[in-house]
């Protein structure tokens, strides 16, 4: 179907009848939610704000309530509790979340969490089973949400419910109490990603066939050990999928929940949306030159290249600097010390200040080229991390985890993560041989990231596939996601949209490839396709036309770099794959 209007889309684009602003996001839901909002006092759900929020789950039975608890945590990081321990445990939350069969539901559980509600907390209280027990609630005013069974699927419609990722319509279909009669219930809708277990069967069967034999393939030739593929189609994930193993020794399973060094689509994810924020709050222009913005660039060739030519690849910069084969005898150790303290892996310790000292300064005196030629540079993001930095006085690490990351729930999104992860969810990429002579695992694999001290505007971030997914549906709704709007639709647009003269960029971001026998991302793929991919075996691709996201994750460096994944074409052919499927 995709295939088959693709050629007049692309006439129609080109002529612009079918203008990006006009491709917003839609969700579509197809799942039936019969669970009944109630007392939704303040509209406090679905949840807002997650980055102020202190969440902690509570339940009778744990192992009950399993698939609820697990469907929370795709939305947020949660801390769970017992009624036994009830009122300590709880302490030092401000969201508390209750899951309960109705027949368990007493009159001392009740007074806890009135009690609780007192202490300023917000309850939220989730009743599965038969009515009657709302009749205990009639005076109760925090949210209820009420579901006649208990089914795993009943649990994670309620879990969604609660953070919007599927809508509420339902109403009492009996009165049960003065304060809930018949009739009753509150309507919100969908504001986050929606996870769906009977996304169309058919289509499901063959997506699910397509992608596993592609994927199986790259694992059998040794393209990669592992790889993760993520779905959205209309704000709901209809396929996520772990594949092989962490190494070739086939120990750990690779599973959806593993966290991945991005690469280069640390570019869009990481750097790109802190300049899209400054560029709205008048802080950038980026049509005036690095030489307004960094103090060290103006006795430099580079002070009067615009800062768009050096978002579009066009400044004229070097491509790549091998940084670590310039290193001399002691500027690297096996052990910490204050004099080396900047930790590039395990048991590898570089000279403190050495990106101060001499990375930067030896990119600022690097040869430039005349502007307006596209050329790839890493530098590129290099100088542009700077800009943000000098003009936000913060670190870009920071900045993106309190303005980005922890309100839109990517909660394993940011940079150095062994920081706040322990080393066996994260896969390892290479076996460096040449520079840090160990197994990489959990430290960014790019070499001059790493003497960066992890963070780089380039390079340097790590996030699971989900993350990834909120960070794309958040641009596919032009700028908001969660009942929040983080971008204008007009900026998204500017930054996702063609931008250059002499190739296919936008700002930050690569997009489709208008010589269609170069076949990038793929050959299915359209003009209103944007994205990146990561030196390590990643991609993310957004269709503002088909509202489609396609994610990609894998560690094809290990445990030596490899072109196979390249040479098999297989991101590209997962993506096709998923156009000649959904329609």
């Given at each position: ?221 040794e393209a990669t050990p592992g790889a993760v593929v993520m779905v959205i189609k209309n704000g709901q994930v209809i396929f996520e999928k772990g594949y092989g193993y962490h190494t070739y020794s086939k120990k750990e399973p690779t599973t959806i929940d593993n966290i991945f060094d991005l690469a280069s689509i640390s570019k869009i ?315």
């Amino acid at each position: 179907m995709i295939s088959s209007i693709r050629l007049l889309f692309i006439a129609l684009f080109a002529i612009g009848y079918l203008h990006p602003n006009r491709l917003h996001a839609q969700y579509k839901s197809t799942i039936i939610n019969e669970t009944v909002l109630l007392n939704n006092v303040d509209a406090l759900l679905p949840l807002g704000k997650l980055d102020q929020s202190k969440i902690t789950v509570c339940t009778v039975d744990s192992s009950f309530f399993s698939a609820f608890n697990n469907q929370l945590s795709r939305y947020a990081d949660v801390s769970y509790a017992d009624f036994n321990h009830f009122d300590e445990q709880i302490k030092y939350s401000n969201v508390v979340i209750v899951a309960i069969k109705s027949e368990a539901l007493t009159t001392t559980i009740i007074a806890q969490l009135q009690q609780a509600k007192a202490n300023n907390k917000n309850i939220i209280l989730a009743i599965f089973g038969k009515g009657e027990a709302l009749s205990l609630l009639n005076n109760f005013t925090t949210p209820i949400l009420w579901n006649q069974d208990s089914s795993v699927k009943t649990q994670k419609n309620a879990a969604m419910s609660i953070f919007g990722g599927v809508s509420t319509v339902n109403k009492l279909n009996r009165t049960y109490a003065t304060h809930m009669t018949q009739g009753m219930g509150e309507a919100t809708g969908q504001i986050r990603l929606q996870y769906v277990d009977d996304y169309d069967a058919m289509h499901l069967a063959k997506l699910s066939k397509k992608i596993d034999a592609i994927a199986e393939e790259a694992i059998a030739e040794e393209a990669t050990p592992g790889a993760v593929v993520m779905v959205i189609k209309n704000g709901q994930v209809i396929f996520e999928k772990g594949y092989g193993y962490h190494t070739y020794s086939k120990k750990e399973p690779t599973t959806i929940d593993n966290i991945f060094d991005l690469a280069s689509i640390s570019k869009i994810v990481g750097t790109t949306p802190v300049i899209m924020r400054l560029t709205e709050q008048g802080v950038v222009d980026l049509n005036k030159p690095i030489g307004d913005y960094l103090w060290q660039a103006k006795s430099t060739n580079k002070k009067d290249i615009p800062l768009k030519s050096v978002m579009l690849h066009e400044a004229g910069f070097t491509p790549y600097i091998p940084f670590y084969k310039n290193l001399k005898s002691g500027d690297l150790q096996r052990f910490y010390s204050p004099s080396h303290d900047v930790k590039v892996a395990d048991s590898a310790y570089l000279v403190h200040d050495y990106y101060q000292k001499v990375m930067w300064p030896e990119m600022l005196n690097s040869e430039v080229k005349p502007i307006g030629n596209y050329v790839y540079s890493d530098i590129s993001m290099y100088v542009m991390k700077e800009v943000a930095e000098h003009q936000t006085a913060i670190p870009i690490q920071d900045y993106v985890q309190n303005n980005f990351y922890r309100p839109l729930g990517m909660k394993t999104a940011g940079y150095n993560p062994r920081a706040r992860f322990a080393k066996e969810v994260i896969i390892p990429t290479e076996l460096d041989t040449s520079f840090r002579k160990v197994l990489l695992q959990g430290y960014v694999h790019d070499q001059g990231a790493a003497m960066a001290g992890g963070v780089a505007g380039h390079a340097g971030l790590f996030a699971t596939a989900n993350d990834l997914a909120i960070y794309g549906q958040l641009l596919l709704n032009k700028g908001e996601y969660g009942g929040e709007r983080y971008f204008k639709a007009e900026t998204v647009e500017q930054f996702t949209s063609k931008q250059s003269l002499s190739s296919r960029r936008g700002l930050g971001f690569d997009r489709w490839d208008a010589n269609l026998k170069n076949e990038y991302p793929s050959k299915l793929s359209n003009p209103s396709v944007y994205g990146h991919t990561g030196y390590t075996g990643t991609c993310i691709w957004i269709d503002p036309q088909n509202q489609l996201i396609y994610i990609f994750l894998s560690n094809r460096v290990h445990p030596q770099v490899s072109t196979k994944l390249l040479n098999l074409n297989i991101r590209s052919r997962i993506q096709d794959a998923i156009y000649e499927v959904i329609e």
